[in-house]
């Protein structure tokens, strides 16, 4: 069956630009995530979701960082303004309920090169 | 804080022997911990979760152990094999209902014939 997927695989963008990154996770998941990835290192939270709702954004750097989740099935992460600190593998997860300790599905994640 | 905490030196070992990889925590008692295995340029994978009321958890050629007192996990996997050549993350399920993880920095592995 289909994992998650995410798209693109690859974004250089210039300091200063808007981008955004798409997460298709497997279907029926109700619980969707977005980690950030940066050279060796581990994941890094950012957001999960629980449906339609951002139940927890707590792992958002700053304001210029924003994702949605409109009809509970894709989510796109957004970041405004990006500055070269953001550059890293943004990584989108899903499982099938929401909370709980039950494994985590991860995309390929999205290579952000901000120049 | 939470912190989780894994050997950043890669581990380098023979075929055939066991690798032992080390998990270590702060601040925090979790009540499930987790093992992903991380290709280069791909997503984790899932392989274990062990509960606290669990000392051990086995897989086929993986094993892993949770000491609620030493705050760690071991990690180990037998009669090792070049494939399993890799990046281990252990992770934190967070406390609460969101279930985030919280991940190591991850160990690297690599397994030389």
């Known amino acids: 069956g289909a994992g998650v997927s995410q798209t693109p695989s690859n974004k250089v963008t210039e300091k200063g630009k808007y981008v955004e990154l798409r997460c298709d996770p497997i279907?029926?998941?109700?619980?969707l995530y977005w980690y950030r990835q940066s050279l060796g290192q581990g994941p890094e939270f950012l957001i999960y979701?629980?449906?339609?709702?951002?139940?927890?954004d707590s792992g958002l750097p700053n304001d210029r960082f924003f994702a949605v989740r409109p009809e509970g099935s894709v989510s796109t992460l957004k970041i405004q303004r990006t500055e070269r600190g953001d550059s890293a593998v943004y990584l989108c997860?899903?499982?099938?309920?929401?909370?709980?300790?039950?494994?985590?599905?991860f995309g390929p994640g999205t290579r952000l090169t901000v120049l | 804080s939470q912190k989780i905490e894994q050997n950043s030196e890669a581990l380098n070992i023979q075929e055939g022997k066991t690798a032992t990889l080390t998990c270590n925590y702060t601040?925090?008692?979790?009540?499930?911990l987790q093992w992903y295995r991380q290709d280069p340029g791909r997503g984790p994978v899932f392989l274990l979760l062990?509960?606290?009321?669990?000392k051990e958890k086995r897989k086929e050629r993986l094993k892993v152990t949770f000491d609620t007192t030493l705050k760690q996990s071991l990690f180990h996997i037998t009669a090792s094999q070049p494939a399993d050549s890799a990046t281990y993350l252990c992770?934190?399920?967070?406390?609460?209902?969101?279930?985030?993880?919280?991940f190591g920095q991850g160990t690297t592995l690599q397994v030389k014939p």
């Open positions: 062990i509960r606290e009321n669990e």
């Open positions: 601040n925090y008692s979790p009540a499930y």
């Open positions: 992770a934190l399920v967070s406390s609460g209902n969101t279930g985030k993880l919280i």
């Open positions: 997860a899903s499982k099938t309920e929401a909370g709980g300790y039950n494994e985590q599905f």
């Open positions: 279907s029926g998941h109700t619980a």
């Open positions: 979701f629980q449906g339609t709702g951002a139940a927890d």
